[in-house]
């Protein structure tokens, strides 16, 4: 069933204006206002007008391997020969080859518009986006000219090549080759998986920056090296193959508008590629890429949350069924006016909401640590695990709301809403599992970053809940309190995870991880919503309402999970310091022991 996308640019360019400062003098390295709302009213009527249309039959006859490689879907290529010659492509790339050089946040804003459309469509660019900031970052000026102008123009695409059998999270146990030929190249050899558009017929060439083991290489991560390996190697004028051959796609739940490759490299011949960087410091420069794809991974979470809300609350307004309560009762025939159908469209929409905040504030610090600012590096670095977990939660679970407010037709794929859930899933997956990101979040930026900067951004919590409390308005004043007491077991926590690492309980530390990263995604969440709120007062737009709307319900319904998981983290290991395998193997040596234990 088709359904009409609103774009949310009124928000974005609200939340951009008041709270992040990112409007102003050009000369300050800011960006005018008008120039911002064309860029997000364009990218927004691509995403309704051409994804959106085009998403269900991606959904439907997705990517497709013929034997000699990957065939897109019908109706694919013409929409990506439209986003590249709409300039799409290189909106926050370098102007020196050939991008926009727009703010981190505005190309983030975008992204969220097109994986709302199509999620399966708008994989392909954030990796080609991804590649030429790594390239552009650590290779050498004549790959850097060789290609980084067809990158930025959608000439040639790029992937990110690291998965391989036997190495998923465990980078440290890859076992593809590079061995130097003479020309100064390297013959790479060896199998990768999971590549994400590693082969299409978009465009004629395909970059693919892979890592691989030299053969001195150290084992370990710290032996890996990032190599350009194109499909074709550009020489003499034309393209020369490169033995880089896609042998196979996934067959999997969602996203069957992505092509996810099995690629073989250096089969049949040499596949040439040439060294990023350093010799076995490849993950450093990877990391370039994948922070990039980690916040454009979070837009695909909220974009599964809009997209999950604004298609249940147009199925809510025309499906009768009972009769509701409330002050919608008398106005709404639909299943709208039920409260528990409400209080579902809420959720959906505070999460989307909160964590469209959390990703312009990081897309915000990102741009701030390129002009040199360190406490914005230390922002960036600590929201960067926060926004990825947090929204692509988020989009599952506003995924699963979607399919209950359809009711028996949610699990039928012919309303589509089933879709969201099935492309979300994934997002808590790829580019690193959301419990990475949260052994991440407690065991390096928790433990290495100046505390400082961790109080820092603590403090601007506590801020915001002040000037919350202050306002007039009864229920916005409540969400204050209710956020000052979360900010407050939010420090707790923060004293007891030290603690933790002061005494060397790493079992302690992992075990609460993920509960400390949604602890404080929560929070952040709310405070943004109030730090928009607060920016907001006295305004009566329909955008300013619904921040105020979104922060109350945040509040009320949403923040109290924080003091869960503070006792969660307050338990430290926890049962866990006495689990062996027979507890998880064996049901009733199961029983038997965890009764013991408790």
């Known amino acids: 069933m088709s359904w009409a996308y609103t774009p949310p640019v009124d928000d974005i360019l609200f939340y951009l204006e008041h709270c992040t400062g990112l409007f102003g003098d050009e000369a300050e390295g800011r960006i005018d206002r008008d120039l911002a709302h064309a860029i997000l009213t364009e990218a927004g009527r691509y995403a309704a007008e051409v994804l959106v249309p085009l998403n269900a039959s991606l959904d439907r006859n997705g990517a497709r391997h013929d034997g000699n490689g990957v065939i897109t879907g019908p109706g694919h290529k013409a929409a990506f020969d439209k986003f590249v010659e709409d300039g799409w492509v290189g909106l926050n790339l370098s102007e020196e080859w050939g991008g926009q050089g727009l703010p981190s946040a505005l190309y983030a804003a975008a992204l969220e518009f097109w994986h709302t459309g199509s999620l399966g469509f708008a994989m392909g660019n954030l990796l080609t986006v991804g590649a030429a900031e790594t390239i552009e970052a650590h290779g050498s000026e004549a790959l ?13 695409t790029a992937t990110m090549a690291l998965t391989e059998p036997a190495a998923g999270s ?13 020309d100064g190249s390297y013959a790479v050899s060896g199998t990768k998986i999971f590549i994400s558009y590693g082969d299409h017929d978009l465009t004629g060439n395909i970059v693919h920056l892979v890592l691989a083991r030299l053969p001195d290489a150290p084992e370990g991560s710290r032996g ?22 896609c042998v196979g796609i996934e067959k999997k739940v969602g996203l069957h508008a992505s092509p996810t490759c099995v ?18 410091r490849g993950l450093m420069a990877m990391f370039t890429m994948m ?19 604004q298609k249940s609350l147009e199925f809510a307004k025309e499906r009768k069924q009972g009769k509701g309560t409330g002050p919608l009762a008398e106005s709404e025939r639909g299943i709208i006016a039920h409260p528990d159908v409400q209080n579902m469209l809420l959720t959906m929409r505070a999460l989307a909401c909160a964590g469209r905040c959390i990703i312009l504030e990081l897309g915000n610090a990102i741009d701030q640590a ?101 306002s007039e308005n009864d229920a916005v004043a409540r969400a204050g309190r209710q956020l000052t007491d979360a900010v407050a077991a939010l420090e707790r926590s923060q004293i007891k995870i030290a603690e933790y690492r002061l005494a060397n309980r790493g079992l ?34 329909p955008h300013h309402r619904r921040f105020r709307t979104d922060l109350c ?18 338990e430290g290991e926890g049962i866990l310091a006495n689990l062996d395998e027979n507890l998880l193997l064996d049901p009733g040596v199961a029983t038997d022991r965890v009764a013991s234990l408790l």
């Not at 850097?144 to 040639?156: C, D, F, I």
């Not at 089969?267 to 590629?273: A, I, K, V, Y």
């Open 291 to 309: 922070n990039n794809a980690r916040m454009a991974v979070a837009t695909q979470g909220v974009g599964a949350s809009e997209w999950a809300y």
């Open 508 to 541: 302690a530390s992992q075990a609460v991880a993920t509960a400390a990263l949604r602890q404080f995604s929560l929070v952040a969440g709310c405070a943004y919503l109030g730090k928009a709120t607060l920016a907001a007062t006295g305004q009566t737009a």
């Open 224 to 245: 890996l090296s990032l190599f350009l390996v194109p499909k074709s190697v550009p020489e003499n004028s034309g393209l020369t193959p490169n033995n880089v051959k």
């Open 170 to 182: 465990d980078l440290g146990v890859v076992k593809v080759k590079a061995t130097p030929l003479e």
């Open 370 to 470: 390129g002009k040199g600012d360190s406490s914005a590096q230390a922002r960036a670095d600590l929201l960067t695990p926060i926004a990825k977990a947090f929204c692509t939660d988020s989009g599952i679970q506003s995924g699963c709301l979607g399919i209950q407010v359809h009711g028996g037709m949610g699990v039928v794929e012919e309303t589509g809403i089933a879709q969201v859930w099935r492309d979300a899933r994934v997002t808590t997956i790829h580019e690193g599992t959301n419990g990475i990101q949260a052994l991440d979040f407690v065991g390096r930026k928790l433990a290495i970053l100046p505390e400082e900067e961790v109080q820092g951004l603590i403090r601007g919590y506590w801020d915001v809940a002040k000037g919350l409390i202050q």
């Open 553 to 570: 319900f945040f509040a009320n319904d949403l923040l109290s999970e924080v003091f869960g998981l503070e006792r969660v983290i307050a």
């Open 263 to 280: 690629m073989r490299f250096g089969e049949g011949g040499d596949s040439r590629g040439w060294l990023i960087g350093q010799p076995h």
């Open 144 to 156: 850097k000219q060789s290609y980084l102008p067809r990158l930025a123009s959608g000439e040639w």
